[in-house]
């Protein structure tokens, strides 16, 4: 109906212009650029919003993840017979769930001396503590407050009985990262 | 009388049959041709979960992982500038990080793309300069990385378009 209409339009105008046979031309012409044009604009357009795709499902996940790294330590208490030198080390964790701390417990009886525990420069808005590791099933907490994040502390060792020093011993202290 | 018949028979014949065999009829067709644009792509399914389980201890980065168990195929005969391009459905949440990386014969591959944020609207490039032609099973990489600060994520499925344009 609409092209009808334009071809109408088109003879109105040819007829205006003057005699037949002088005015058909233009129309011609006229009715042709218009027929290109809109072949153009069709072309141009589906040209234009051509794409092809394709889809893919992917199913992302991460789980929760609680890591600590802390050295083996040989530790000579009482190197020098006047001093209790401190021994330290780093203690690095990860953990990317919400409200963990770090306990720690020492799980072996042998040896006598008392253990202090000190925790220095700890990285983020952890609180630095300072607790007496002893044999217990129950540990004590470190490091509280630890959520979505990775870090580092010093943990500093002072040994308080410098007279129960006797001979060389291995002990076992078990840090552990849980939920808080 | 019997020779004289002879002969104009087979002159006849001569000159009717030659008449038989120059004797043609013609008929014309027109027939329309015509290539439309084609513009596919194809993948070859979807790739395994990428499930994150490992980190280091004092690294915010967990350990990032990879599939590059699909692939790609795609046939055009539109021009030799046409672009792949890749979003999601939906944008990730800060701190988890979607890399893509198709690669390509027929065009050049801009290798690792983040498309962590890219979704309908916003749409990044992934591979460019595509010539007229097929390129078939071409592999496609996904990296799926996070940082223990950005927490844990449930199991989660992203839908992952490719786009062949122009």
């Known amino acids: 109906m609409a092209s009808i209409d334009g071809r109408r339009a088109c003879y109105g105008f040819a007829v205006s212009m003057g005699d037949g046979g002088s005015t058909m031309k233009p129309t011609r012409n006229i009715l042709k650029a218009l027929w290109i044009g809109s072949l153009l604009l069709v072309g141009g357009t589906t040209s234009a919003a051509g794409q092809g795709s394709s889809r893919q499902v992917l199913t992302l996940q991460v789980v929760e993840l609680n890591k600590l790294y802390l050295p083996s330590l040989w530790i000579q208490p009482f190197q020098h017979s006047d001093s209790i030198a401190p021994h330290q080390f780093h203690l690095d964790w990860i953990c990317n769930g919400e409200e963990k701390k770090i306990t720690v417990a020492k799980k072996t009886p042998g040896g006598s001396l008392l253990l202090r525990a000190n925790v220095l420069s700890a990285s983020g808005d952890v609180v630095e503590s300072s607790v007496e590791i002893r044999v217990s099933n129950s540990p004590v907490d470190l490091l509280i407050g630890l959520s979505r994040s990775a870090g580092r502390c010093i943990i500093q060792y002072r040994f308080q009985e410098k007279e129960a020093a006797t001979a060389d011993f291995a002990d076992a202290i078990l840090y552990t990262i849980t939920g808080g | ?166």
């Open chain 2, 1 to 166: 009388m019997k020779k004289l018949s002879v002969i104009s028979i087979v002159a006849l014949v001569a000159i009717f049959g030659t008449q038989a065999a120059f004797a043609q009829a013609s008929a014309t067709q027109t027939v329309s041709l015509a290539v439309n644009a084609v513009y596919k792509i194809a993948t070859s399914g979807s790739p395994a979960p990428l499930v994150i389980t490992e980190g280091t201890a004092g690294s915010d980065n967990l350990t990032s992982v990879s599939d590059n168990s699909t692939t790609y195929s795609i046939t055009q005969n539109v021009g030799n500038t046409l672009k792949i391009t890749a979003h999601m459905d939906a944008a990730l949440p800060s701190g988890y990080t979607l890399n893509i990386n198709l690669a390509s014969t027929k065009g050049t591959s801009l290798g690792n793309v983040n498309i962590s944020n890219a979704t309908a609207g916003s749409a990044v490039d992934v591979v460019t300069g595509i010539a007229r032609g097929a390129d078939a099973a071409q592999t496609i990489g996904y990296t799926f990385a996070a940082t223990a600060s950005a927490g844990t994520l449930t199991s989660t499925t992203k839908t992952i378009t490719l786009t062949l344009t122009n």
